[in-house]
């Protein structure tokens, strides 16, 4: 049982923090809408805060009448047992974003060694540095590969170099919506988007289960499947690329009409709690990562709070789970969402 007290956990995380991030009861993208570099949404903030929005107008039918008391909360991803359906999401940028509250490896290893803890896995990311590729490579070494490694979509060759640096992650990946970053597009071999080709290319030549994270799109999403991708992340990055986006939850049941079955489906997007988890699974989506709730976790108390942080939203989805008569994670569909 941990010992974790997560509200100690905010406090210092907000200490720790300053103006970088204001740590709210709800964290919902108004404080620090347009704070970028920091946790905001880009411009008005409108795309971080429709995440948010999207989910909390989501309402549960609350059953009782059936014989759901255990619900299973766990699932397989990439061949993965999973005690939950939640995964941290790939975070880089400790300085540029965060004021440096810890390094790159602190906040990598914290969240691989914390999710692996908790039963489930975290991401990896990668950024304008090549240092923080290379902090969570370490941190995957740390947990003997188990983690997803999301690359930035670097062209040519330096793709394939930065993929070599995570030979043991479970599944790698690129942000392609990482193209909304004018730090990128302003370097010397700038970022660009891949036309359905490249990704074709690239998925062949990576010779590994292969996610595009950033689609928002069901003709995207069939895009990816086409292009032989083992996954998507239905995500706007948090909102952080592109200002007045819908919510992910609003794009992802036709998404998961148009791929369901074809490949794996991740979500992200203002998920908070674990009634949130259960609402994302509800349409659609067969695992969701979570991006600045586990920051908050991460910076406040490390590997132990970011485990702390995944029981809690395993209990909180166990309880919406029988309230909703819910018996596993995986069986969660849209019948369980009031419909008015
Ligand atoms: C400070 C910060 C840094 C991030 N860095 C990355 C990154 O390096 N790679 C990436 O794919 N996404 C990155 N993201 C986006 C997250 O992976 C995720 O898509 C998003 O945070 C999910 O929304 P949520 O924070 O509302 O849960 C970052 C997000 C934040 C807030």
């Known amino acids: 049982m941990s010992q974790v007290d997560l509200k100690q956990v905010r406090a210092r995380a907000k200490e720790l ?70 995964l941290a999401a790939p975070v880089t940028g400790m300085k540029h974003h965060l004021g440096e509250p810890v390094s790159e490896d602190e906040y990598a290893q914290a969240v691989l060694l914390g999710c692996r803890d908790a039963g489930s896995m975290g991401c990896v990311g990668d950024g304008t540095q090549p240092e923080f590729l290379e902090a969570g490579a370490r941190a995957l070494g740390a947990v003997e590969g188990r983690g997803l490694a999301f690359i930035k979509p670097w062209p040519g060759q330096e793709f394939f170099d930065a993929l070599d640096k995570v030979p043991n992650a479970v599944a790698v990946g690129s942000d392609l919506d990482g193209v909304g970053f004018a730090l990128l597009r302003a370097r010397e071999n700038p970022v660009k988007p891949w036309p359905p080709s490249k990704l074709k290319e690239v998925i062949a030549r990576a010779g590994r289960p292969f996610i595009v994270k950033g689609v928002m799109t069901p003709d995207e999403a069939e895009l990816c499947a086409q292009a032989g991708a083992a996954g998507i992340v239905v995500s706007n990055h948090g909102g952080r690329v592109l200002d007045m986006t819908p919510g992910s939850a609003q794009v992802l049941p036709a998404i998961a009409r148009a791929v369901k079955g074809s490949l794996t489906i991740l979500a992200d997007g203002g998920v908070r709690s674990g009634g949130d988890v259960l609402k994302m699974l509800a349409l659609g989506a067969e695992a969701v990562l979570i991006g600045r709730p586990v920051i908050v976790a991460a910076v406040g108390g490390g590997s132990e709070s970011v485990a702390a942080y995944l029981d809690t939203l395993q209990k909180e989805l166990a309880t919406a789970m029988i309230l909703t008569g819910v018996a596993r994670a995986d069986e969660a569909g849209p019948e369980i969402l009031w419909r008015g």
């Open 17 to 86: 923090l300053g103006s970088y991030c204001r740590v709210c009861p709800v964290c919902d993208g108004r404080a620090c809408a347009g704070q970028l570099p920091g946790m905001g949404g880009a411009g008005s903030g409108s795309s971080f805060m429709n995440n948010v929005r999207a989910l909390s107008e989501l309402k549960f039918n609350l059953r009782v009448l059936h014989g759901v008391s255990e619900p299973d909360t766990s699932t397989e991803i990439f061949g993965q047992k999973l005690s939950l359906p939640v």
